[in-house]
Each structure stands twice: as structure tokens, then as C-alpha cells.
């Protein structure tokens, strides 16, 4: 599917998108994210979809894991909201050395984080922090799910070897 074309059916595809949103979710604003996310996750691999298929069914499917994936993300946001008040609470008990160490090792991780391939870090935070699977990610990105695996383990051991490369120094 050429853009061109792709720019003509954007209108009626974020129609269906705003209508499983707002069936997913019950509000309007949310609709509105899957509806834009899955019209970037569309627009991004417009030239690969065939226009002999139903483009339609694919933009309904896009729209569902959109869904589950904004859902996702803000029960992690919550769950990470809660650790952190847990964390806040306990901090009282942490000595000055103890928060200096552990502020200390998030720098090195974010660090470290930073340093991997644009790619390998997307796929790394989707599985690590995301909580993904490597199936999600693969409809997500349309990555083969083998070349997920490998790519978010290699992210792993490169992660591995700058901590421990880091933490001897």
C-alpha cells in the first residue's frame, strides 16, 4: 500500500480505531490514544501491508493490542507508582549510604541502558520493564518472534557485562 492510498483510508481506519477504544476503555481520551497509536503503528509499515487484504481486520487488530498494551503500561505505571510509596515509606529506615548506593546503581543501569542499539533497547524495556512477551512484542513490531528472542537476550548479556564491567571498576 503506497502512503498516498494509506492517507486516503486513515480517516475510516481511526474511526474503527476510536470504536474499539472506546468499547475497551469507556472514555473518549483513551479512544483517542489507541486511535492515534494505531494509526502510527500503521503508518509505519504501510508500504509492507498488502491492499488485496482486509486492511480494515488488520486495523481492528491493531487497535485491540493497542488496547491491551495502553493497559498494560498503566498497570505497570500503578504497580510502580506503589512500589514507590512502599519505597518512600521504607526510605526513613534506609540510611544516607544505602539511598546513595541505590540512586548510584539506577544511574549506572539507565546508563548502561543507553548504551545499547535503538532496537535492542525498545525490545529490552518491552520485555524487561514492559513485562511483554516475546509473542506481544512480535505483533507489536512485527519482528519474528525468533529474532525478538535473540535480540532481547543479546540486549540482556550486553547489559550484563557493562554492570559487571561497571561495578568492578
Known amino acids: 500500500m503506497t502512503r498516498s492510498e ?10 474503527e ?41 488488520l486495523a481492528v487488530r491493531v487497535a485491540k493490542n493497542c488496547c491491551v498494551s495502553i493497559h498494560r503500561q498503566r498497570q505497570l505505571e500503578v504497580t510502580c507508582q506503589s512500589q514507590i510509596s512502599n519505597l518512600q515509606s521504607q526510605i526513613h529506615e534506609v540510611s544516607p549510604h544505602e539511598r546513595l548506593e541505590a540512586r548510584d546503581m539506577q544511574h549506572i543501569m539507565e546508563e548502561t541502558i543507553a548504551l545499547l542499539k535503538p532496537r ?22 512485527g519482528i519474528p518472534k525468533n529474532s525478538v528472542a535473540v535480540m532481547v537476550s543479546a540486549a540482556r548479556k550486553k547489559v550484563f557485562q557493562e554492570l559487571t564491567k561497571r561495578l568492578k571498576q
Open 6 to 15: 494509506f492517507e486516503q483510508m486513515a480517516s475510516q481506519l481511526r474511526k
Open 17 to 57: 480505531m476510536l470504536t474499539i477504544g472506546m468499547a475497551f476503555f469507556g472514555n473518549r481520551e483513551d479512544a483517542e490514544d489507541v486511535a492515534q497509536e494505531g494509526l502510527m503503528k500503521l503508518w509505519s509499515y504501510c508500504e509492507h501491508i498488502d491492499t488485496e487484504r482486509n486492511v480494515k481486520a
Open 120 to 141: 535492542e533497547r525498545q525490545l529490552f524495556e518491552m520485555r524487561q520493564m514492559e513485562g511483554l512477551s516475546n509473542d506481544d512484542i512480535t505483533r507489536q513490531t
